[in-house]
C-alpha cells in the first residue's frame, strides 16, 4: 500500500489513464447539495485566495503497475465523476458561450480522453446505468435520449451554476480552483492488497463522523495547537457534557432556530458551515467568527441542558419540561430554545422577555397541544416545520411584546386543517370514548395516566412501579359472564380496552381474571389501593357496562382539566381592523384601490400586515423556508417572480426595489397589489402546495 499527498488533476492527468468502478460498487450517488457545497468550496478557495483545499482520499488498485494507467476505484468515485462532469459541462458552455477563458480541447485531452478510444470514450468507466448516462452527456445526445440519474442532473445544475457566477468568475479561475484541490491517493498493491476487503472495510458499518465530529473539526482545524486546545477544553468539551455527548441532535436543534429550517440529520454539517460562513456575529478573522458561533452555541447547550433534564430553577417548569421530554417530542426543542433565552434575565438584547409564569403557561399550552393530537390520531407530519417558525410567526404581530402567550394560542388555534389542528374538548371526548388506550405505546399510557393520577396531588406517585390491568379481564369467567349479562361477549368486545376499564396496581399476577368482588376485597386490591384511578373502582359493588362508561367519561373530564383547550383573546393589534374584506387568493378580483390589513397562509394562520409588499415579503419567506433549494434553483433559473442571488450590493444594482428574503436571495418588491398578488400565487403553486384557504383582508382606500 503507497500513501501519497498529490494534486486531484495530477491524479487524473495522463492520457493512458483509465479510471474504473467495480461492479460491487453502488451507483453514483451525489446530489445537487453535494455539488452545490464543492462548488461553493471552489468559490472560497478563489475568494480567499487558498493554495490549497483538501478533498478527500483516493483509493486505488492499479492493475498494471509497470505501465500506471489502470485504475480501479475502491473509494473516490463520487469526486472523480463530479470533477469530470463539472470540466464537461466547462466544455460545453465554451462552445455555447462568450466565455473562451479555457482551452476546451487541452481539458478533454488531459483530463476526459484516454488514448484508446476503442473502449470507453472516457477516461472514467462507471458502472452500466451511469456508464450510459455519461457518455450521452459527454457527446450532448438529444434531450429525450438522455438517462434519467445524478450525473444527469447534477451536470444539468454545473451548467446553472457556472453561469450564476458568470459575472465574477471565468471557467478558467474555476478551473484555477480545482488544480488547488488536494487529495491522499491510497495506491493499492495488486498481490499484496484485496480490494473486496479494503472495500468492505471503508463501507462497513464501524465507527463513522459524526455530523457533530465534522462540525468539532471545521471550527478546530487551521488553528495552531494551544488554541485548538484552548476552544476544546473552553468551549466544546463544555458543550459535550451539557448535551449529553448528543452534539450532533443539539447543533440540528440549533441551526433550526437560528436558520428557521430543519437540516436533515446526515446535513446538519453542511447547514451549520454555511451559518457560519454568513458571519452571523459580524467578526472580521474566521477565528474570531468561530469563537463568537462556539460561545453562543455554549450559551444555548445551557438551555438545552436545562430542557432535556429539566433543570430549570422552577420545580413547576421542570414538571412541564419532564412531561414533555416523557413524551418523545424533540420537534419542539427548536422553539423551547428561543423562549429559553427570552427567560433569561442576564440576556440584555432579547426582543421581548418572557417571565417564568409566562414560561410555564407555555410548556402547559405545548402539552396540551402535543397530548390532544396524539389522543385524536392527529399526524406528527409538518410539527418540525411548525415549532421550527412559530417563533417568527408571533413576531409578525406588532403586539408581541406584550402578549407573547397569547399570540401563541392564537397561532395554534387558527391552524384548522389537520395537520397542525388543536382539538377542543368535542373531538377529545368523542376520541377518547372509542379509543384502544390498551395498544397505545407505552410510554403514552404511562404519561396519560400518571397525570390523571398526580394532577393538583402534591404526593409523589411512581405509577412506573405499577402494573397495567384490565379491570374486566381479557378471558372472561362464567362468573363475569353472568355479572355482565346476556350481552356479556358484545361488551368485552367493545370495552375490553377503552380507558374506563384500565387502572395501575401493584397485584397484577394476583388479580389475574378473578371477579370483581375478589378483585376489589383481596389483600392489595383496589379497597386498599390509595391510587386515585381506583377510587371510583373501590366505590362500586359490581362492574359492568354502565360503570365503565361511567368511568370513562370521569376520566376523560379529568383529561380535560389535565390537558385544557388554549382559550386566547383577540390580539390587540388585529382588533384595529375587524372591518375588512376577505376575499380568497383564487377568487378573480382587482385589488386596486384596496389597503391590505392580513392575510392568512394555506395552514389558516393569519397575520397582520401593512401593506402588499409586506404581504408578499411574509408569503416568500415562509415558502423559501420550506423549500428552500427548490427556491433558489427557480429563481436561479428565472422560471419564478423577478428576483436575484448574489450580494445586497448586486442586488440593489439589479432590482428596484429589493426585498430580502436571505442574506443572499432578494426579489423584486417594486409592483401594483395584482402584480405582487400573482407573484404569490406563483410562489405557493409552483413550490408550496395549492393557493386553497388562502385569504387576504383588505379595505377601500380613503379618497
Request: net charge neutral.
Amino acid at each position: 500500500m503507497d500513501c501519497a499527498k498529490k494534486k486531484m488533476l495530477d491524479f487524473m492527468e495522463g492520457k493512458a489513464k483509465k479510471f474504473i468502478i467495480p461492479v460491487y460498487q453502488r451507483n453514483y450517488d451525489w446530489r445537487k447539495g453535494n455539488c452545490r457545497q464543492l462548488f461553493t468550496d471552489l468559490i472560497a478557495i478563489l475568494q480567499q485566495n487558498r493554495s490549497s483545499h483538501y478533498f478527500g482520499s483516493i483509493v486505488s488498485l492499479c492493475t498494471n503497475k509497470a505501465a500506471d494507467d489502470e485504475y480501479i476505484i475502491i473509494d473516490g468515485q463520487q469526486r472523480i465523476t463530479t470533477l469530470m462532469l463539472m470540466m464537461i459541462a466547462m466544455i460545453h458552455l465554451f462552445e455555447e458561450t462568450d466565455d473562451k477563458s479555457i482551452d476546451s480541447e487541452q481539458i478533454k485531452q488531459k483530463y476526459l480522453l484516454p488514448s484508446d478510444l476503442k473502449g470507453s470514450k472516457l477516461k472514467l468507466k462507471p458502472i452500466k446505468d451511469d456508464e450510459l448516462a455519461l457518455d450521452k452527456i459527454f457527446t450532448q445526445s438529444k434531450a429525450e435520449d438522455t438517462v434519467k440519474s445524478h450525473i444527469t442532473e447534477n451536470y444539468q445544475y454545473f451548467l446553472e451554476a457556472f453561469q450564476s457566477v458568470s459575472k465574477n468568475w471565468t471557467m478558467k479561475d474555476i478551473m484555477e480552483a480545482i488544480s488547488r484541490l488536494e487529495i491522499v491517493s491510497i495506491k493499492l498493491e495488486p498481490n499484496e492488497d484485496d480490494p473486496q476487503l479494503i472495500f468492505e472495510s471503508l463501507n462497513s458499518t464501524g465507527l463513522t463522523l459524526t455530523e457533530a465530529d465534522k462540525v468539532r473539526n471545521y471550527i478546530l482545524m487551521r488553528m495552531d495547537a494551544s488554541k485548538q486546545e484552548f476552544f476544546y477544553e473552553n468551549y466544546w468539551n463544555k458543550i459535550e457534557k451539557l448535551t449529553s455527548y448528543n452534539v450532533s441532535a443539539f447543533i440540528r436543534d440549533y441551526i433550526t432556530y437560528k436558520e428557521r429550517r430543519v437540516p436533515n440529520i446526515n446535513k446538519v454539517y453542511f447547514v451549520f458551515k454555511e451559518y457560519v460562513q454568513k458571519k452571523p456575529f459580524g467578526k472580521d478573522t474566521d477565528i474570531e467568527q468561530k469563537e463568537a458561533v462556539l460561545k453562543d452555541l455554549l450559551l444555548f447547550a445551557g438551555y438545552y441542558n436545562k430542557i432535556i433534564k429539566s433543570k430549570h430553577v422552577n420545580d413547576k417548569i421542570n414538571k412541564y419540561l419532564s412531561y414533555i421530554n416523557k413524551l418523545g417530542y424533540g420537534v419542539v426543542y427548536p422553539f423551547l430554545l428561543e423562549v429559553f433565552r427570552y427567560n433569561d434575565i442576564t440576556q440584555k438584547d432579547n426582543p421581548v422577555d418572557i417571565s417564568n409564569d409566562e414560561l410555564l403557561e407555555i410548556l402547559a399550552v405545548i402539552e396540551s397541544f402535543l397530548v390532544r393530537r396524539f389522543i385524536c390520531d392527529l399526524p406528527t407530519m409538518g410539527l418540525n416545520k411548525f415549532f421550527m417558525s412559530l417563533g417568527k410567526d408571533i413576531q409578525l404581530f406588532p403586539s408581541y411584546k406584550d402578549e407573547y402567550v397569547n399570540l401563541l394560542k392564537t397561532i395554534m388555534l387558527n391552524h384548522t386543517l389537520n395537520t397542525l389542528r388543536f382539538p377542543d374538548d368535542t373531538e377529545l371526548r368523542e376520541k377518547m370514548l372509542g379509543k384502544n388506550f390498551y395498544k397505545m405505546t407505552n410510554r403514552f399510557k404511562l404519561h396519560c395516566f400518571e397525570r390523571f393520577e398526580t394532577f393538583e396531588n402534591k404526593e409523589v406517585v411512581e405509577l412506573h412501579k405499577f402494573t397495567f390491568e384490565h379491570i374486566m379481564p381479557k378471558k372472561l369467567s362464567d362468573e363475569w359472564q353472568k355479572e355482565l349479562g346476556i350481552d356479556y361477549a358484545e361488551i368485552h368486545k367493545t370495552y375490553l380496552d377503552c380507558i374506563g376499564n384500565l387502572t395501575y396496581t401493584a397485584y397484577n399476577s394476583e388479580m389475574s381474571n378473578k371477579s370483581f368482588k375478589e378483585k376489589k376485597n383481596m389483600h392489595g386490591g383496589f379497597m386498599d389501593s390509595r391510587l386515585f384511578l381506583n377510587k371510583y373502582i373501590a366505590e362500586q359493588d359490581n362492574w359492568n357496562q354502565e360503570k365503565i362508561v361511567k368511568r370513562s367519561n370521569l376520566l376523560i373530564d379529568r383529561a380535560i382539566s389535565v390537558w385544557p383547550f388554549a382559550n386566547a383573546t383577540e390580539p390587540k393589534s388585529r382588533q384595529a381592523k375587524r372591518n375588512s374584506e376577505k376575499w380568497a387568493l383564487d377568487d378573480d378580483i382587482d385589488f386596486t384601490g384596496y389597503n391590505l390589513n392580513a392575510f392568512c397562509f394555506p395552514s389558516g394562520q393569519k397575520f397582520l400586515v401593512d401593506s402588499w409588499v409586506e404581504y408578499y415579503e411574509k408569503a416568500a419567506e415562509r415558502v423559501y423556508n420550506l423549500e428552500t433549494d427548490r427556491f433558489r434553483e427557480y429563481l436561479n433559473n428565472k422560471e419564478l417572480v423577478p428576483g436575484f442571488i448574489g450580494s445586497k450590493e448586486d442586488a440593489y444594482t439589479e432590482l428596484s426595489a429589493p426585498i430580502k428574503i436571505s442574506d443572499d436571495v432578494y426579489l423584486e418588491g417594486h409592483g401594483n397589489a395584482n402584480l405582487l398578488v400573482n407573484h404569490v400565487k406563483q410562489l405557493y403553486q409552483k413550490l408550496s402546495t395549492s393557493t386553497d384557504n388562502m385569504y387576504v383582508w383588505v379595505q377601500p382606500k380613503v379618497k
